[in-house]
């Protein structure tokens, strides 16, 4: 969180930890949600005999659960880039540093 603050202006860069901070035990479950689906997976795969259909089964939960912690990151950052100003939706846009703007060659 830190290295992306530092390429905002300040008043952006506390919208960002303020907004992440308050979101932080949401983002953290999403993300233990998630690894534990994956762990589901590793279970699976160690099982015997094997069961194709769990394994499947398993990798729907972890999809599931990506695309649950992307959701909730996302949200957070939508929530961010709609209250800072269009110099630090630049920079997020840019991220990380060095990135070439779209089109670019």
Known sequence: MERLAATLPPADADILRSRINASRAAIE?????????????HEVLRQEPFDVEALRAAMAKTRAGRQA????????????????SPA????????????KAAGVK
């Open 29 to 41: 479950d999403a993300q233990a949600a998630y690894h534990t689906a994956q762990d589901q997976i």
């Open 69 to 84: 912690f992307d959701q909730t990151i996302q949200g957070v950052f939508a929530g961010i880039a709609a209250n800072i």
């Open 88 to 99: 630090g939706r630049q920079a997020l846009a840019n991220w990380p540093p060095g990135r």
